[in-house]
């Protein structure tokens, strides 16, 4: 089992910034590869930015404003947000996958979820 807490979310003007901590806890953090996705009102759950032992995959939209990055000693990933506009609102949520499955863009291949923290973007 993999346990994972998100913090960091909240509400920010338009232009803006915020960061996301995902803590993980259970199993080798260092076997797994981490994500973040988003789900909007009324959307299916969303690929934000993944990161694995040999690279990091962002969806097209957030390219250039977010950046995540992870600290295996203390068993954590980030997610860096600039440049925040009103359509990134929603509720992110941290996920595990083992680091030998890539990261896929299918929240169904994740085994892990946090509970999620809201990211309101106002106009």
């Known amino acids: 089992q993999v346990q994972l807490v998100e913090s960091g979310g909240g509400l920010v003007q338009a232009g803006g910034s915020l960061r996301l901590l995902c803590v993980a806890s259970g199993r080798t953090f260092s076997n797994y590869a981490m994500a973040w996705f988003r789900q909007a009102p009324g959307k299916e759950r969303e690929f934000v930015a993944g990161?694995?032992?040999?690279?990091?995959r962002y969806t097209t939209s957030v390219k250039g404003r977010f950046t995540i990055a992870r600290d295996t000693d203390k068993n954590t990933v980030n997610l860096q947000m600039n440049s925040l506009k009103p359509e990134d609102t929603a509720v992110y949520y941290c996920?595990?996958?083992?680091?030998?499955?890539?990261?896929?863009?299918?929240?169904?291949?994740?085994?892990?979820w946090g509970q999620g923290t809201q990211v309101t973007v106002s106009p």
């Open positions: 990161i694995k032992s040999d690279g990091v």
């Open positions: 996920a595990a996958i083992p680091d030998e499955a890539g990261l896929p863009f299918s929240a169904r291949f994740y085994d892990y």
